[in-house]
């Protein structure tokens, strides 16, 4: 199974891939500054924390 591919052909699917890629990352990244935003976490449990922390100094 021998396949010729041009020069063309070899660099739009690298130029793809690396744009894959860099998709993926972006999402990763995303997912993760989703993860520490303080809206999942309720006001209360909220002011608990701040509490404890002001009464540990």
Known sequence: MENN??????????????????????????KTANKLDNQDIPKDALRIIEEAEKSKN
């Open 5 to 30: 591919y041009s020069i063309e052909e070899i660099l739009n699917a690298v130029d793809d891939l690396q744009s894959f890629k860099r998709q993926k990352i972006q999402k990763k990244n995303f």
